[in-house]
């Protein structure tokens, strides 16, 4: 039996990825920076493990024993010291297989340095000499139900980005914990990339569809890039100033087209088609209605 440790397991992708391994006839450790706070993991009666990327310190002990290793690194300054740290430490300590958590548009030459750490940590893991798997998820729909794409929508009816009028791919974050678990899984996977993309919509046509969805009224502003700065300064999410500038680069890659891509990658490992966003807002629907 194998023995799975997941990695920012508290978080968005990680927390689903556990509930969607369950009964899969493998052990499933759980790695969190706080033991104290992570009371909903431990409900789920998965073993919790410290591991907190600023302390290289927690590194082995986490990854004793571990066969397969499911790899979210925080978007942090330093994430590709810490995904090269956590790479090593995971091959002296025996791990068989690496699933690393990437996105879309990941490329060495990228204007956006998130899209080039994905890039450098992708040839990271590729050259470590463990077996791999690299999922490059689309956008994560529930980015617009939580964070500060929401935070506009639900103040002022206004959805306000500096993504012109681009096509951006959109994933359900449930479907990309489906393939994920299949990928931990199931045979057939060895050094395989897959590209996780639901179908590409443009900012303006979403919030058409949650308009006609919830009945409220909400537009799509196309902001210039210094309201979009204060607006990520303002709002509730606590962003650095390195973290705005990242994103605007990542916004850039999306007004320049970078982020609409389709791949049969995601059906393939789910079996379905992917969640469109009509789907995903009538499940959120009183989120939208009552935010």
């Keep these: 039996m194998n023995t799975i440790l997941v990695t920012s397991a508290a978080g968005l992708l990680g927390s689903q990825l556990i509930d969607n391994l369950k009964n899969t006839h493998t052990i499933v450790k759980a790695a969190v920076r706080n033991l104290a706070k992570s009371t909903q993991l431990k409900a789920r009666n998965v073993e919790l ?4 990327f600023n302390d290289p310190s927690t590194y082995a002990p986490a990854l004793k024993d571990i066969d397969k290793l499911f ?7 330093n994430h590709v010291e810490i995904t090269k740290a956590i790479v090593t430490v995971a091959k002296e300590n025996g791990v068989k297989k690496i699933i690393k958590l990437s996105g879309l548009g990941a490329n060495m030459d990228s204007g956006s340095q998130i899209l080039r750490w994905h890039a450098k940590t992708e040839e990271i893991v590729r050259k470590s000499g463990i077996s791999y798997t690299i999922l490059r998820p689309g956008n994560y729909m529930q980015n617009y139900v939580q964070g500060c794409y ?30 994920s678990a299949a990928v931990l899984t199931n045979f057939g996977h060895k050094d395989k990339t897959y590209n996780l993309t639901g179908y590409s919509y443009t900012n303006k046509e979403i919030v058409d569809l949650l308009s006609n969805i919830t009945g409220k009224h909400i537009t799509y502003e196309d902001i210039s890039n210094e309201q979009a700065r204060l607006q990520m300064k303002h709002c509730s999410c606590n962003n650095s100033d390195w973290r705005i500038e ?18 049969l990658d995601l059906k393939n490992l789910i079996g379905k088609g992917p969640t469109t966003f009509v789907e995903f807002a009538l499940k959120n629907k009183s989120t939208f209605i009552d935010c």
């Design 246 to 263: 990242a994103m605007m680069e990542l916004h850039q890659a999306c007004k320049d087209g970078l982020m609409e891509a389709y791949s």
């Design 150 to 179: 929401s935070h506009t929508m639900c103040s002022e009816g206004k959805l306000m980005l500096p993504q012109g009028q681009a096509k951006i791919n959109q994933v359900d974050v449930k479907d990309i914990a489906k393939a």
């Design 71 to 77: 790899l979210i690194v925080p978007l942090i300054p």
């Design 49 to 52: 493990v410290k591991l907190d």
